[in-house]
């Protein structure tokens, strides 16, 4: 999976939350030296008529000598804004959706959209704090705790790992306690963290780890949002996979869930290489 973010796409809508979006999306032009910004306005066909009140918004300032300006470009489409966003990230390749958070439409985007999704939260309250990276106790991807290096590193923040795992049910048959299995997978845990950080070491890269055990994997999404109210973290950065129509209804996913009720700004980061995930995957991680 490339750490290089190049084509980047927000979505606004006519709406107060569109400058929160704006400014995060030349956040990202900017720390991540992407190439190219693409400004998507979305409008119901019965709101087609009017002036364009993003090109307002749209003004930069001035840049410094020497400093080459990033290239913004807007287009503005009328109908469904899934759509409109699925087609533009399919022809152009865009690496990174940067949106509001807006319930149903939200969680419609992450199910459709094959890109790492940048989600703002609706509270434009300023946070500083550490980059924050929960992973579960299954499959640590070293992909997505890379990607949460790379945005502590550009931002200049610490990193903080939060490694969330289970019991899983049926442990008692193998003659052990709850308390012994839950130790036993405390120190498989740690050995995994511990091998993913010394690939993640760098000098400017502060990088701590906690560890939570939560009593079945359907609490993993309620144990990351208590974190993520409990201090201000600047990013949340969460792995996920599109979830087939059927897999996202019946089952919506951890990132979902954080996605829609975080303080902070979260990173959904995708591979395209991987497959979606099916009806049988999604209850089988619950």
């Known amino acids: ?167 899983p049910l049926g442990y008692h048959k193998m003659g052990r306690t709850y308390e012994d299995f839950a130790e036993s997978m405390r120190r498989n845990a740690e050995l995994k963290i511990e091998a993913l950080v010394r690939q993640l070491r760098h000098p400017n890269l502060e990088i701590t780890t906690r560890y939570v055990l939560v009593k079945m994997r359907a609490s993993i999404a309620v144990a990351i949002l208590r974190e993520a109210q409990s201090r201000s973290y600047s990013q949340i950065v969460l792995g996920g996979r599109i979830r087939r129509r059927v897999a996202g209804i019946l089952f919506p996913s951890i990132s979902e869930r954080v996605v829609l009720s975080s303080p902070s700004p979260v990173w959904v980061v995708r591979d395209r290489s991987e497959h979606s995930i099916g009806f049988l995957e999604a209850a089988d991680v619950l």
């Open 1 to 167: 999976m490339t750490l290089e973010l190049r084509r980047l796409l927000a979505l606004v809508r006519s709406e107060p939350a569109d400058k929160s979006v704006l400014h995060a999306a030349r956040e990202v032009l900017r720390c991540f030296n992407a190439e190219e910004l693409t400004v998507l306005e979305v409008r119901s066909a019965d709101a087609a008529i009017g002036p364009i009140e993003s090109e307002v918004m749209l003004e930069r300032d001035v840049p410094e000598p020497g400093e080459l300006a990033p290239l913004e470009t807007f287009i503005l489409r009328i109908g469904d804004p899934v759509d409109a966003v699925a087609t533009e990230a399919a022809v152009e390749g865009v690496d990174v959706l940067i949106t509001a958070e807006s319930q149903m439409l939200t969680q419609r985007l992450l199910r459709k959209v094959p890109c790492t999704v940048l989600v703002i939260p609706a509270s434009d309250e300023e946070r500083v704090g550490p980059v924050l990276a929960p992973v579960d106790g299954d499959a640590p991807r070293l992909a997505t705790l890379q990607f949460a290096a790379m945005c502590a590193l550009k931002t200049q923040r610490p990193l903080e790992i939060l490694h969330i795992y289970s019991v």
